[in-house]
């Protein structure tokens, strides 16, 4: 039996996988919907894959892949995400995980993922190898790495970011993300913050120059 554990704030999503993934009689998948839950949880039991939806309340899937492997270093995890994992790829590697499988793949792809992370296989999406090769190597490139290290913008920030470049107002994100509006100014602030600007306009204009947010986007 190969247990799973999947951590997803969203409870559709988490059954809905769980029902997929348990057609495979050689699956159990055990889902839990916070992080601080999932961290309580492995003290007590084990798995042999983990899947981490990255965009969480509280603690993201980024912050608990860091804290579940500095506990468990052998842990397989897999970033199951429905967002651009792109501009945090390199802090995601550096947390430990074992691969990423988008929350659009197929039954067939899923288990394939799980199944490649138990024998030790790195799970990377072809769009991101083909970006990462294409990727020029230039004196100033330590920099900008540098620099979005230290971003580390998570996915809720980003899709605020993008909204943020699309023109919308604190009251239309907020109404568009599910939120509040003091959530969405709370989170600009952290944002203003993390990229070392003062206006919504630096604000697009660091994260276009990272490649956090499209770069058609406009205000």
């Known amino acids: 039996m190969i247990k799973i554990l999947l951590v997803d704030d969203h409870p559709s999503v988490g059954e809905g996988t769980k029902n997929m993934l348990e057609q495979d009689a050689e699956m ?8 601080m839950e999932a961290l309580e949880l492995v003290e007590k039991e084990s798995f042999d894959v983990m899947l981490f939806d990255l965009n969480m309340p509280v603690i993201s899937g980024l912050e608990l892949t860091k ?10 995890v897999l970033i199951y995400t429905g967002y651009e994992i792109s501009p ?10 074992s691969g990423f499988v988008s929350k659009t793949a197929t039954r067939e792809q899923l288990l394939n993922a799980i199944r490649c992370v138990l024998r030790g296989e790195a799970v990377i999406p072809v769009s991101l190898l083909r970006q990462l ?4 190597i230039r004196l100033n490139e330590a920099r900008e790495e540098k620099a979005l290290s230290e971003v580390s913008i998570n996915e809720r920030e980003q899709e605020i970011l993008q909204e943020v470049a699309n023109g919308n107002s604190n009251k239309d ?3 568009k993300l ?3 509006q003091r959530t969405v100014e709370y989170n600009l602030t952290r944002i203003f913050e993390k990229l ?3 206006s919504r306009v630096e604000a697009v204009i660091e ?3 990272l490649k956090l947010i499209n770069s058609h986007s406009f205000i």
């Open 67 to 76: 804290r579940i492997i500095v506990t468990l270093p052998d842990s397989r």
């Open 28 to 35: 159990q998948v055990t889902v839990i919907l916070s992080a």
């Open 173 to 175: 994100i907020a109404a």
């Open 133 to 136: 090769r294409r990727r020029e």
């Open 88 to 97: 945090n790829f390199n802090l995601l590697i550096e947390s430990g995980v």
């Open 178 to 180: 599910l939120m509040s």
């Open 196 to 198: 070392g600007v003062h």
């Open 207 to 209: 994260a276009k120059r």
